[in-house]
């Protein structure tokens, strides 16, 4: 077993996909011959390790939505979090590539890396099954899937509402403030949030952020612009239309 595959903890059963996986596209282009690379087994291994994160981040939070969940992983699977995975398998060292391109600092490139790991999950994922491949993906991401729930979705509710509110419509929510009652060093606020004429919610706190904080947190328990009748726009809908639908329209 090569040092690569000692620290993957895995044996290629077919050398030349893994050769293949760490042979950048440079080699060709410097040679003017053709030559193989990694740019197959890299759109493999896109699909591999976006279908790995999907299915993990769909059984450990079986609470969040479609769009909390796709920022999860968007962050797993971006050039700079596949370069991490990258770089603790030292892999830029492993690469085969032309001078130039090894000259010009190749082996640390964010691109080379992270495309380079795709294409690694990809060769894996051929030369074994998926289940292997899963495993290997999750056993190098144990750190960064343990403090995913750290920070969850949640915890910026205001922008959270915000987002789900301009899918229906370019109008932003308003946080008037209802009261501020007390002394001057404990004051209580009442915040209420409201979009297009609609109440969604209210929320108290110590100071007027976590007063909108909390009326944003209430207003996306009770959804009351669901119940008024507004919906996201639709992919048939025409982009230019604005104007925000409703269950009538």
């Not at 343990?146 to 509402?161: A, F, S």
């Not at 947190?217 to 008024?228: F, G, K, M, S, V």
Request: proline share 6%.
């Amino acid at each position: 077993m090569n040092p690569l595959e000692v620290r993957l903890k895995y044996k290629f059963r077919n050398p030349l996909l893994l050769a293949e996986a760490l042979t950048h596209p440079s080699i060709g282009h410097e040679t003017q011959r053709h030559h193989f690379d990694n740019q197959r087994l890299e759109f493999l291994g896109d699909a591999v390790l976006q279908l790995i994160f999907t299915e993990w981040l769909f059984d450990h939070f079986p609470k969040f939505s479609e769009g909390q969940l796709t920022k999860m992983r968007s962050g797993l699977v971006s050039r700079d979090g596949l370069k991490i995975h990258a770089e603790r398998l030292d892999l830029g060292r492993h690469l085969m590539m032309g001078r130039g391109e090894e000259t010009s600092g190749g082996r640390e490139r964010s691109s080379a890396l992270a495309d380079a790991y795709e294409a690694l999950i990809g060769a894996i994922y051929l030369d074994s099954d998926y289940v292997t491949a899963r495993r290997i993906v999750l056993t190098e991401a144990r750190e960064d899937l343990e403090t995913l729930d750290v920070n969850p979705p949640d915890q910026n509710p205001k922008g959270q509402l915000q987002e789900l509110l301009q899918a229906i419509s370019p109008i932003s929510p308003v946080y008037p403030i209802l009261s501020a009652e007390g002394p001057e060093h404990q004051k209580d606020f009442v915040a209420q949030v409201t979009w297009n004429g609609i109440e969604l919610g209210e929320g108290r706190g110590h100071s007027k952020k976590d007063a909108e904080t909390a009326a944003a947190r209430d207003a996306l328990i009770r959804r009351n612009w669901e119940a008024a009748g507004f919906v996201p726009e639709t992919p048939r809908k025409n982009a230019a239309n604005k104007k925000p639908r409703t269950a009538k329209n």
